[in-house]
């Protein structure tokens, strides 16, 4: 393994040299305040089943990454990061027996993988089944958007090996939870102040959240146009 990589692994994965920290390193993965995804209680026994990679895809910022975030802090085991859009990682994720190989060195006993916007690597599909075919011993949780989700070799290599659910924004039922055991008086009227807010804005979750969601929103449609969609179709005349 490169020592660069190394590197990288280290600084994104502090729990492999400092046990002690994983509880605090898995929970400020996420967001204050945290809306809790319906998916949660749906698929979350699911995606600790071995013997297959879980899929979490969507489009960008719906709220996968975070998902799976509050997945890992709630089961509170190791689980080694890759974010696929560093170059180390993307060089280093294109030989499955290799790669499980170097694990080797990082645990003794495999630990969870999340994969986070798989796109990126070269061969994801063939990569994943690789590892999922040589039965390791762990979850594999991958992120990814929309995209990764279209071409016919990955679903073809994938086939019978990966679970594959969809994250939307947040619904309207997921933003009015909080209105749970409140008087029906005060759940009527707020629940008229956020169907209008979702209506306006969506639910996007940096959207939702922020305190100027029209700029969030109009930088959010920029990177959908000028980076997902030009992945697919030539586009003239971004603006």
Same mark, same amino acid.
């Given at each position: 393994?490169?020592? /660069?990589?190394?590197?990288?692994?280290?600084?994104?994965?502090?729990?492999?040299?400092?046990?002690?920290?994983? /509880?605090?390193?898995?929970?400020?993965?996420?967001?204050?305040?945290?809306?809790?995804?319906?998916?949660?209680?749906?698929?979350?026994?699911?995606?600790?089943?071995?013997?297959?990679?879980?899929?979490?895809?969507?489009?960008?910022?719906?709220?996968?990454?975070?998902?799976?975030?509050?997945?890992?802090?709630?089961? /509170?085991?190791?689980?080694?990061?890759?974010?696929?859009?560093?170059?180390?990682?993307?060089?280093?994720?294109?030989?499955?027996?290799?790669?499980?190989?170097?694990?080797?060195?990082?645990?003794?006993?495999?630990?969870?993988?999340?994969?986070?916007?798989?796109?990126?690597?070269?061969?994801?599909?063939?990569?994943?089944?690789?590892?999922?075919?040589?039965?390791?011993?762990?979850?594999?949780?991958?992120?990814?958007?929309?995209?990764?989700?279209?071409?016919?070799?990955?679903?073809?290599?994938?086939?019978?090996?990966?679970?594959?659910?969809?994250?939307?924004?947040?619904?309207?039922?997921?933003?009015?939870?909080?209105?749970?055991?409140?008087?029906?008086?005060?759940?009527?009227?707020?629940?008229?102040?956020?169907? /209008?807010?979702?209506?306006?804005?969506?639910?996007?979750?940096?959207?939702?959240?922020?305190?100027?969601?029209?700029?969030?929103?109009?930088?959010?449609?920029?990177?959908?146009?000028?980076?997902?969609?030009?992945?697919?179709?030539?586009?003239?005349?971004?603006?």
């Amino acid at each position: 393994m490169h020592r /660069d990589l190394e590197s990288l692994l280290l600084v994104e994965n502090p729990w492999i040299e400092r046990p002690e920290v994983l /509880d605090s390193w898995l929970h400020e993965k996420l967001p204050d305040p945290f809306v809790e995804r319906r998916i949660l209680a749906q698929r979350s026994d699911s995606w600790q089943q071995l013997g297959r990679a879980h899929l979490l895809i969507g489009p960008r910022q719906s709220g996968k990454s975070t998902t799976l975030w509050a997945h890992l802090a709630r089961l /509170d085991q190791p689980v080694l990061f890759l974010d696929c859009e560093q170059l180390l990682v993307r060089q280093w994720c294109h030989s499955a027996p290799l790669f499980l190989d170097d694990l080797r060195a990082l645990s003794e006993e495999p630990v969870a993988l999340f994969l986070e916007e798989a796109q990126h690597l070269e061969n994801a599909g063939l990569f994943i089944k690789g590892i999922v075919d040589r039965r390791y011993g762990a979850p594999i949780l991958v992120s990814g958007s929309s995209s990764f989700h279209l071409g016919d070799a990955i679903r073809e290599s994938l086939a019978g090996r990966a679970t594959r659910d969809v994250l939307l924004p947040f619904s309207l039922a997921e933003v009015t939870q909080q209105l749970k055991g409140r008087p029906e008086i005060v759940r009527r009227a707020h629940s008229r102040e956020i169907l /209008d807010r979702h209506l306006r804005i969506g639910g996007y979750p940096e959207v939702w959240l922020s305190p100027n969601p029209e700029r969030v929103l109009t930088e959010l449609v920029e990177a959908i146009i000028l980076r997902d969609a030009s992945d697919l179709h030539p586009i003239g005349r971004p603006e």
